[in-house]
């Protein structure tokens, strides 16, 4: 039995709604919460800078800069929101909508604990910096180039 065929118990039947209006519901949620991720990503990566931990994000910008990391995030989420609207009546469609929203909901609970702690960082930076003791620096490699 796969999950394909999972059923919701008799006693939910016809009090949730139908499986494609859950299923369009949750990708429009991993519509919303994607283009939040492209926003804040492109946001840090041309105004303040950031560590990116996707190792597909960072060969992205290392290649072809913001604009293809715009168009590869656009298409791979297009692809994938197509197929699974798509297969919206089918419960392989429900579970990867579910799987998808969660892993966004998560990652946007990174992004706010990210944001949280680098206000304190730069808070904490401007201080120093106010107070004449230093400025903040960074080291480049030497011949890694």
Known sequence: MG???WR???VL???LPARAVRVVFMLAVIVV???LDLF???IYVTEIGLIEDNPVARLVLETGGP???VAAKVASVGFCVG???WA???GFAEVAAVFGMVVLIWLTIRWMSYMRVFSDLTASMDELEHHGQGSWVTLAEVGGE
């Open 3 to 5: 999950v394909a065929s």
């Open 40 to 42: 804040l990503t492109l």
């Open 83 to 85: 197929v699974l609207f």
């Open 88 to 90: 919206r009546r089918r």
């Open 8 to 10: 919701f118990p008799e």
């Open 13 to 15: 039947r016809g009090r």
């Open 67 to 69: 604009g293809l990391l």
């Open 33 to 35: 919460l994607s283009l």
